[in-house]
DNA sequence: CGAACCTGTCGAAGCGCTTCGACGGGAGTA
DNA sequence: TACTCCCGTCGAAGCGCTTCGACAGGTTCG
């Protein structure tokens, strides 16, 4: 492997200059720079990262937490994660992924200076790892809202706006009893901030509206998704709109309504919430309110970086929810 | 943050006796070593990363490059990620993540000495990744099968023993006109080795056992699926058993079955080639070879470690596909 | 016409760690 | 008793890079 040092005896400048070159903190004369460049090609030299690193202590690397766990919908995770390294890589970063259950993993990438920066995903409400977070050096962006977002920077889908939107709709397209099957069990009683927060929403809206309304969860299975169609509805034989915010029962209950023979959209309206590519693969177009993984992601990064530039305050930002009309819901009566 | 030297001072000791301490590759007596250990825990000690790789040129850093793109099946590339993280973790390594489409990236991030070895996800017959990986310095692992992989470690599930397999269970069963209904076009095009391979096996296994059969691709929506297996049973009206490897398109698939009145597995059987999870999670709990992503994934960090101990040479290894019997399949007559 | 200022380059220090050779002292051997 | 050997520890070199201060030479301006 070329050294810098080789690059410069090949250029026949000093070492630094072969760096400055690189880094444009000082000023090269354009025939130092071409000489420069020229050899670094001939080289194909590449500076070690660890000396980079070392010297500069700048990884240009960024931590990424992600649940490779079950109850997540992978799909939505795998967006956030191409959202990141895609971003990523637009500002010159690679990323190490790190797992919702390597406890300690945090501590060890952020004191071992693996990591310029941390970007951790699927946070519940009272999260363990905020502690943690806030006592790091690196900045960090959360993918979600905890309760007490103090000295971290969170992102995330407005998901209570998006409870609102979904009852909202429902209601304006005349619906009067409704209801909302949500995560499986295990991802409420983590208390994963995004699952409840659809629920506040979908509630306060549905008070707001004068819905007669009902909530439960799903387990992401035929057998969940049965029984999940089969409560609200056996409940509450009035109930005509639905949404749901469970990407992976969503095929189950489609599934389970038209067992019972109920006509979606004549009898019963469906908004999904969920990625825009699942709504399209179900059995009609859903309407449905996109999860925008991939620009979550993506913005994630940028404000990280831009903690990592300007000495910036934490700052949360939540995405608007849009609501796209498809085949399964359509405005009642007349 | 403590440097190994504060750790050394606290100890009353030299770094160097610090640093034999963390890696044990000379004896320190138990005394030293126990004052040592208090010091690095007092003072909270976590050697920096970038300064060890410099001075050891290794960085405990696996490079994984993964396809985060469309036509892959998400959740069989999260089990193989997950697979790979988990394991890395247990040799005291981490996980850089690269996308497919970041070329160069593999050249930047071994070249850049970012990583000690590279695992290679979603390879094709003819990848045009594989010279650049022959020329690398580190050791690379594929997941998945070229034409020549010489010079390079492979593992994968054996898919072409499974597209045998999922045939010879149904001639097995007294099918005598079947079909394969295979992954997406577009991974077809590009030659994905795993699809070819399950291509190959059903052929052959049909062909030795004298089998009528067909292989159709499949695009994985409902429309695709509609299509697909329109195309199989109207061409061949006589097939009585399918073999699926397209986990997207499997619940679409089996609605068009049911569409159509074809009962399963009366009339017509299925066998999945998924992971056991997707299997489960379908109307009926489908008979399906496992693609066990954990697991391989697990064993491609194995090998990738096991090439950067001893030097060994490259070696390909294929796991065994088992076929669990359940709903969608039984034995046809009497 | 000097002082003050740029520009472009270099040398050296230092980032925090690993590892090699050296060395003092105690145990083992003849 | 003298010699060798091993054990536990230390010091120093060096991994490859960044960055600071210095400096030579050329401009600019009052």
Redesign the interface.
Known sequence: ?ATIEDVAKAAGVSASTVSYVLSGKRSISAPTRRRVEQAIATL?Y?????????ASSR?N?IG?MAP?RSGVD??V??QF??GV??RA?DVDH??????QD?SG?LE??A????VDAIIVMDVEADDPRLPVLRSL?QPTVLIGLPHDPAGLSCVDLDFEAAGRLGAGRLAQDGHREVALIGSPPEVMDRHTSYADRVVRGFRQACADQGLRHDVVHCV???DGARAAVDAVLDAAPGTTGLVVHNE?AL??VL?RLAERGHDVPAEVAVVAICPTDVA?????PLTSIDIPGEHIGGVAVDMVMARLEGDRPAETRLIAPELTPRASTAARGA
């Open positions: 492997m194909g590449r500076p070690h990262a660890g000396a980079r690193a070392l990884t690397v990424l490779l992978v799909s995770v795998m994660v191409t390294v895609t890589r690679d990323v190490l992924l790190l797992t390597d993993g060890r990438v004191a071992g200076s693996m050096r992401p299975t035929p992976r095929p189950h599934a399209l693969a179900q059995r009609i």
